[in-house]
Each structure stands twice: as structure tokens, then as C-alpha cells.
């Protein structure tokens, strides 16, 4: 019992975010949603089977790429108030992380699934400098 007192921590830390402030920015989703729109195009100008299976793969990684950076900037940026301030925020990054899911770009080979994508994580993108500035 004594020995479990003596280790115990003297002091707690916390933090609200994984590393310091200013690390989070919707750049890093964008580029990978750039790169799943790009694979998209290469795929439909491409016949080569192999090349496709190639594609499909780094597409799908990339997709998954997204959803993970969304995430973040979804759980660990974004507080209570900003989610107040903007109510429809938890359906964007819903509506987001769909869009580079199974169900959006990483499940279609169509360009215009990854437009969709890009055209969400430019709304996110808008709200997330607002609250930068604020």
C-alpha cells in the first residue's frame, strides 16, 4: 500500500489537444482529397488492370487519409462553443467523412464524388479560420 502511495503522480497534467495549438489546419484533408480526385481521373483515363488495381488501392488509403485528418480537426479542434456557434457543424464533418468513406470517394471512382469531398472540406475549411481569427 505504501509503495503504491510513493508511485503515485504528484502532479496531473492535461492538455485539450494532442500537440500545441496550431498544428490543426483542413489543408492536410484537402490535399488528400486533392490526390483522391487525381487518382479518380488517372483511373478513368487508364484501361491498364493493373494500373487500376494500383490506383483503387492508393485511392483508398488516401480516402482513409482524409476521414482520418477530418476526424481530428472534427474531435480535437473543434470545443463546445464553436459547435454552438455553428449548429450544423456535426453534420458537416458527418456529411465530410461519409463523402471520403465507402459511401463517397474511397467506395467510387467518379471524380465528382471527390469534388463533392473537396466542396465540404472548403466549408470546414471556412468555419475552422473563422474561429482561428476569433
Not at 492508393?58 to 462553443?81: C, G, M, N, S
Not at 450544423?88 to 471520403?100: D, P, R, S
Request: aromatic content about 8%; charged content about 30%; some cysteine.
Amino acid at each position: 500500500m505504501r509503495l503504491a502511495r510513493i508511485l503515485a503522480p504528484r502532479v496531473t497534467a492535461s492538455a485539450h489537444c494532442d500537440l500545441p495549438c496550431g498544428v490543426y489546419d483542413p489543408a492536410q484533408a484537402r490535399i488528400e482529397a486533392e490526390s483522391v480526385k487525381m487518382i479518380c481521373e488517372k483511373y478513368q483515363a487508364n484501361t491498364d488492370p493493373e494500373f487500376r488495381t494500383r490506383a483503387i488501392l492508393i485511392k483508398e488509403q488516401r480516402a482513409d487519409l482524409v476521414k482520418h485528418h477530418l476526424w481530428v480537426l472534427w474531435t480535437d479542434y473543434f470545443k463546445p462553443p464553436h459547435f454552438e456557434k455553428y449548429p450544423h457543424l456535426h453534420q458537416l464533418f458527418n456529411e465530410a467523412t461519409k463523402l471520403a468513406g465507402a459511401a463517397g470517394a474511397k467506395g467510387a471512382t467518379d471524380p465528382a464524388k471527390a469534388d463533392e469531398l473537396l466542396q465540404k472540406i472548403d466549408e470546414i475549411s471556412k468555419i475552422f479560420w473563422e474561429t482561428k481569427q476569433a
